[in-house]
């Protein structure tokens, strides 16, 4: 086909409001009826197989614990290994399609997603991550729609970008997928990076194995079918839930692994970059490893900010979806005059707050993904009832007889480095630490080094000199860093995601920067005329 292809030029996905008397929400609560009804039975698909391992686990629904709506299959190493060599099977044919056949799959399913599969992602990302109707429609539909649509349109630009020639010769890069298949490790709490971490890579040409976390294969199975009506080949992507070490030691054992797109706890990470570096001598070349993980997340109040914009980040910020978000905001620094002027009504929203089950539209908050989730956020709140240096101000409560729910809860701290200032909860938890007015400096340095983590936060002030001193000195503290508003909802194509220091890779989710670990450049010069002679023209003369 004689054609230079140029993939439509994305725009964000709009967000659906789901307003009442709207179409979309009257088709997404009889999504939700239909769904609540099934108990679906969920396999691996390898090579295009679906696969049944006869080792099942239930999927049960977060905020109403005892209601099963599916059963996923588990893999183990001989389905691991399928996996792999279905992989290899297919990629000779998948690296070798032209790049627009390739992108074409991918923004069919993008169109799939953002019209008739678009209730259904968004109804499965409910039920089985306990997420509300806005929060399930900026993740499983719009932000997936923007990774698959922008990720083709930065594949293009990757390969448009080519080198000089000069007269005579011709110079261009062939950008090869790598020589063996990306693992992708994906999280619970966002469909869109459930899908978004084994596309990317096969966008560029790669082969995939897929282990989506076992507390969110209900929406990766729709995720996968999804790619599947959208016509992606059989082995290109291969999805194997099942623990962390049945899959993940045999994938990084194998000779063929060539990289890790992961989203997951920075030791799990830690714990995989490990074994793969002990590994080094049975690989063909060095694996790209790509990881966005944990976050301790900060706002950071000046003297002349917005009292009531900064009430409103700190809830939106801390508690919407549980503050199961990498990027959520859990600790805050504020001012003394401020924070004497906004904690009675603060508390009182916070203390408002409506919270159950995600069927239920008038709340905001729902629950946290599972027991053990639900333990550990319990055990960070059981251990400032006994502090002596920390109060709750709101919330607190904890209840899981009929769904894994947590209390939004607020604590003040004396102590700048009390625990829940330093360590990831990830759970509907914020605390503040109250400065002095004056002690600016002192405390942005304070923010700077308290957590290990540099991935997102935000300042909040009016004076524009005090907001340049704070870019400045938490320069490094974020790799998204927001000016008067929340941490967290980073669009695709507008804020490119990611983090550094115990966040990850900082790679960047959403932009160009990730396609590029996904290729291995291949610098290719054809000479029209060579010469004949090896003599140069300094030669001739002594």
Request: hydrophobic share 40%; charged share 20%.
């Amino acid at each position: 086909m004689n054609a230079i292809f140029q993939v439509p030029k994305p725009v964000n996905e709009p967000v659906l409001n789901y307003a009442p008397g709207s179409a979309e929400r009257k088709e997404l609560k009889a999504k939700l009826t239909e769904l609540r009804a099934q108990v679906i039975e969920i396999p691996l698909v390898i090579g295009g197989r679906e696969i049944r391992t006869g080792r099942t686990a239930d999927i049960v629904v977060p905020h109403e614990n005892k209601k099963v709506i599916g059963r996923f299959h588990k893999a183990g190493p001989k389905e691991v290994q399928l996996a792999i060599e279905a992989a290899a099977a297919a990629r000779k044919a998948w690296a070798a399609m032209p790049w627009q056949a390739r992108a074409a799959i991918f923004l069919k399913a993008a169109e799939l997603l953002s019209t008739t599969w678009r209730a259904q992602l968004n109804a499965a990302t409910m039920l089985g991550q306990s997420k509300n109707a806005y929060q399930a429609e900026i993740d499983s539909a719009c932000e997936l729609t923007d990774f698959l649509r922008f990720n083709t349109f930065y594949a293009e630009q990757i390969y448009a970008q080519q080198p000089f020639s000069p007269r005579g010769v011709w110079n261009y890069v062939d950008y090869r997928p790598l020589e063996g298949f990306v693992f992708a490790v994906t999280p619970f709490n966002f469909t869109a990076i459930a899908g978004n971490l084994p596309t990317a890579p096969a966008i560029m040409g790669n082969t995939v194995v897929w282990k989506p976390a076992s507390s969110a294969v209900y929406s990766a199975y729709q995720v996968m079918r999804l790619l599947q009506a959208a016509g992606l080949p059989d082995g290109v992507i291969n999805m194997v839930p099942g623990s962390g070490g049945e899959v993940g030691n045999p994938v990084i054992d194998s000779p063929d692994f060539m990289g890790l797109h992961f989203t997951g706890s920075t030791a799990v990470f830690n714990g995989m970059w490990s074994s793969i570096v002990k590994n080094f001598g049975r690989y063909k070349s060095y694996p790209r490893i790509v990881g966005e993980t944990g976050g301790k997340d900060f706002i950071f109040a000046h003297e002349s900010c917005d009292p009531e914009a900064l009430k409103t980040a700190i809830i939106r910020g801390s508690y919407e979806y549980q503050g199961q978000k990498c990027s959520a905001a859990s600790r805050a620094y504020i001012p003394r005059s401020v924070w004497n002027a906004i904690k009675d009504d603060l508390v009182a929203q916070i203390k408002g707050i409506k919270t159950g089950p995600a069927e239920d539209f008038t709340n905001l908050v729902n629950a946290v993904i599972d027991k053990a989730a639900f333990n550990n956020v319990k055990g960070y709140i059981d251990f400032v009832k006994q502090a002596s240096d920390a109060k709750i101000l709101a919330g607190g409560g904890c209840g899981d007889s009929e769904g894994f729910f947590i209390q939004p809860t607020l604590i003040e701290t004396s102590n700048p480095k009390f625990k829940t200032l330093q360590e990831e909860i990830f759970g509907p938890v914020m605390t503040v630490f109250v400065y002095e007015d004056g002690e600016f400096e002192e405390t942005l340095k304070l923010c700077d080094e308290t957590s290990p983590y540099a991935l997102t936060g935000a300042i909040f002030a009016q004076d524009r000199a005090v907001i340049l001193r704070a870019a400045d000195a938490l320069e490094n503290a974020a790799g998204n860093f927001y000016i008067n508003d929340k941490p967290t909802g980073a669009v695709v194509g507008q804020q490119p995601f990611g983090g550094a220091r115990g966040s990850g890779t900082n790679d960047k989710a959403g932009s160009l920067l990730n396609l590029m670990r996904w290729a291995s450049p291949r610098a290719v010069k054809e000479t029209f005329v060579p010469p004949h002679s090896y003599g140069y023209p300094f030669m001739l003369e002594k």
